[in-house]
Each structure stands twice: as structure tokens, then as C-alpha cells.
């Protein structure tokens, strides 16, 4: 395993901005309260992970820096470039080189509530060294998280529609693992709804009745291990 020398970084657009596929189901105010909710069970999955040294938050948003401070998380400034999440995740990244030095970098999707430390404990065992390594998105097209795993690496993140494979063009290698929280990122109701049945984490879960969403049968017990 490795020491903890890896910090993650997220970043987190401004909440009147969230959540747009999911209009037809939720209110706009009902969408911001869920992307602080599932932004609050990343990053406490990420924190508990051995492996992983602090997790910085970069976002415009002033309720989501203070959720994440709540959080223990560090909340960085999006720099000037407003809306471009690549930029932000870069910007984030050389803060946080400037401050530790050639440390290994994480970059994960803020909405992936049914994340769990030991999926993220594994892709760092897993993760080769010296090189980028990007985990694919459950739907097969996007990016989950984007690794590196050498301290002069850039992060150079390609986040956006089509992100796999500009993040393979770009040198980066696909890690395998039976990671199913990780690889959900949720932007559909399809997605919350897959995100649910596996087990979301408190945040989220103890949102939903609070907003109207029905859980059904799938008011089932959180995935251990």
C-alpha cells in the first residue's frame, strides 16, 4: 500500500448549476441539496482511505466550500476561468504540489455516493506507478477518476463527454477492479436510482425521503467490505 502521500482533488460547479438531467424529477433547490449531499459521501469515502493523504474541493460555490470544511476537506478557490472543471482540477492539483511537493494525485467525480474507501483503497494498490491511470465511468464513455502516480506528472485532466478515451489518447492506462461505487457517478434518475440499490452513502441516503424520492425496495442495508 501506498504511504500517504496521495491527495484527491474534486471540483464542484456552482450549485443554480446542478443537476440539470434531473429537472423532470426535483425542484432546482431539491437538485443543489442532493449534489451536497453526494459530495458529502465522496469525500468522507475518500478520507477514510488509507491511502490517501487529504482531499481538496475546489468549486465558486461558497455553500459548497463550507460543506466541505465541515467535512475536514480543504476547499480551494476555482481560478479565474469559471465553469471549466479541467482547469479547476489543475489549478487545485499545482496549489497542492506547491504546498507538499512531488506528491501522487487523485482526481475524482463529486457525485459518486455509493463510493466506498475500499474501492478506492484497491485502485491505489492497483495503480501503476510513474504513469496516469484513468478509471472508466459505468456507462463506459466518461471518467470516474484519473490517477497519477508519479509526483512530476501533471494531472492534465480531459473531464467532459468522451473523457476515456481523450484521457487514453492522452497516455493514460485503464485500471481494472470490481468497483461499482466508484464507476457511478449520477447524473440520471436511472443513475441515483442504480446508485440506491447498491447503497448509498448516510448523506444521501438520509436526504432522499427529505425531497420527495421514493426508495422503495431499495431501502436496503450499505454495502461493507
Do not use: Y
Not at 465553469?83 to 504546498?99: E, F, Q, T, V, Y
Not at 485502485?123 to 510513474?130: E, I, K, T, V
Amino acid at each position: 500500500m501506498r504511504p500517504h502521500s496521495v491527495h484527491a482533488v474534486i471540483a464542484v460547479k456552482n450549485l443554480d448549476l446542478a443537476k440539470s438531467r434531473l429537472a423532470d424529477r426535483l425542484r432546482p433547490e431539491h437538485r443543489a441539496r442532493l449534489v451536497l449531499a453526494m459530495l458529502a459521501d465522496t469525500v468522507t469515502a475518500a478520507a477514510a482511505t488509507p491511502g490517501i493523504g487529504s482531499v481538496t474541493v475546489v468549486t465558486p460555490d461558497a455553500a459548497v466550500a463550507a460543506l466541505t470544511r465541515s467535512l475536514g476537506a480543504f476547499a480551494h478557490p476555482e481560478p479565474g476561468t469559471a465553469g471549466d472543471l479541467n482547469s479547476a482540477l489543475a489549478d487545485a492539483a499545482a496549489a497542492l504540489r506547491r504546498r507538499h511537493g512531488p506528491i501522487e494525485l487523485l482526481a475524482l467525480q463529486a457525485d459518486l455516493p455509493a463510493l466506498l474507501p475500499a474501492e478506492l483503497d484497491d485502485l491505489l494498490a492497483r495503480a501503476p506507478a510513474g504513469k496516469r491511470s484513468v478509471v472508466v465511468d459505468h456507462a463506459g464513455t466518461g471518467t470516474a477518476a484519473l490517477f497519477v502516480g508519479d509526483g512530476t506528472l501533471p494531472l492534465d485532466p480531459r473531464f467532459g463527454p468522451g473523457s476515456a478515451r481523450a484521457h487514453r489518447a492522452a497516455g493514460a492506462v485503464d485500471l481494472d477492479g470490481d468497483w461499482p461505487g466508484l464507476r457511478l457517478d449520477v447524473d440520471t434518475p436511472d443513475d441515483l436510482e442504480a446508485a440506491i440499490t447498491l447503497g448509498v452513502g448516510p448523506a444521501t441516503r438520509a436526504l432522499l425521503p427529505e425531497i420527495g424520492w421514493s426508495t422503495g425496495v431499495h431501502e436496503a442495508v450499505r454495502r461493507v467490505c
